[in-house]
């Protein structure tokens, strides 16, 4: 199977689309009881227009999953992140953002990861660029956005400042410009908010309702364990592949993959001050993993890489149907 997505024509790109609808089949077939917790103020709005459980909404996550491949096969792409331009990126992100049932939901936090991805394209762009005001304003504007749908994703905004730090020279005048790109989506929001005779509610739903420290509502069992174990066996691959990442790569990619380390690290810290963390709560380390795991992939023999694939998939099919394979 992967050896179709070892390209990047147009008419492999479509078949992500099909990747993407069969391995969220589930969510049609097999009923989860599932609600959103601790979403931002745009997710509110969001969910009050089209809901969170139903057919539109799991029309919506595919649609995301798809845009959000693309533009990281781009992304990789342009950055010459990995020796060979392939789908794979986008392949495993749709692979690891479909992982468990509750990733099938429309998350706030798929939401979030568009415009965290935008940014991270934006963050990477400014590397020896001689102008790149544009750049770094949108790093901090499209990370705000993404914490209006999931708020702990504003902690993204350091990682755009230690971003700079790794890309470019010191400049006070550029990391204000992230700080004041920061500003812009919760200055508007706030008053559009107030001018809706909303102020209360957003203030409430942004901040308020999304504070806490290390509130985890996993419930502790043997499905969710596994679960936890496995994104974990993921993140120990991408950590423990630090010098296949920067093997004979020049210092512009060496870069941009140590961003994509610290984007780990900073997405580690969200647990610390979100509130209402459920199982979707992995999904804020999905963008790197993708990215990171498409190339452990790109490097291996196509017969293991084969292998290893189907067994991924495998063991994501039995998460999603356990209801059924798995009954109590």
Not at 146 to 175: D, K, M, Q, T
Request: aromatic share 16%; net charge neutral; proline share 4%.
């Amino acid at each position: 199977m992967l050896q179709f997505f070892r390209t990047n024509q147009l008419l492999f790109s479509i078949l992500l689309s099909f990747y993407a609808v069969v391995l969220h089949l589930a969510a049609w077939v097999v009923p989860v009881d599932w609600q959103p917790v601790g979403y931002g103020y745009l997710s509110g709005l969001m969910y009050n227009w089209i809901g969170y459980q139903g057919i539109t909404p799991s029309i919506v996550v595919v649609v995301l999953l798809c845009f959000h491949a693309t533009v990281l096969n781009a992304i990789v792409a342009n950055n010459r992140l990995d020796d060979v331009v392939t789908l794979f990126p986008g392949l495993f992100y749709i692979l690891i953002a479909s992982a468990l049932p509750e990733f099938l939901q429309l998350s706030p936090l798929h939401l979030a990861n568009t415009f965290y991805i935008i940014a991270l394209s934006e963050l990477f762009k400014v590397y020896k660029k001689p102008s790149a005001a544009d750049n770094i304003f949108n790093v901090g504007f499209w990370i705000a956005v993404g914490s209006l749908f999931y708020f702990s994703y504003l902690i993204f905004i350091i990682l755009g400042l230690v971003g700079l730090n790794i890309l470019r020279a010191f400049s006070l005048r550029e990391r204000l410009m992230v700080l004041c790109g920061a500003l812009v989506p919760y200055i508007l929001t706030g008053v559009a908010a107030y001018w809706m005779d909303n102020w209360a509610g957003f203030v409430q739903q942004q901040f308020a309702n999304n504070i806490g420290f290390l509130d985890v509502r996993i419930p502790l069992n043997t499905t969710h364990y596994l679960q936890i174990i496995f994104v974990a066996i993921f993140l120990l691959l991408a950590i423990f592949s630090y010098g296949l990442y920067n093997a004979k790569k020049n210092i512009q990619v060496q870069k941009k993959f140590t961003v994509l380390y610290w984007s780990l690290f900073f997405a580690a810290l969200t647990l610390l001050f979100q509130a209402g963390i459920q199982a979707d709560h992995l999904l804020v380390v999905a963008v790197p993993l993708g990215i990171m795991i498409s190339v452990n992939f790109t490097r291996m023999p196509n017969r293991w890489a084969e292998t290893w694939h189907l067994l991924i998939v495998l063991v994501v099919l039995i998460f999603q149907y356990q209801q059924y394979l798995l009954p109590e």
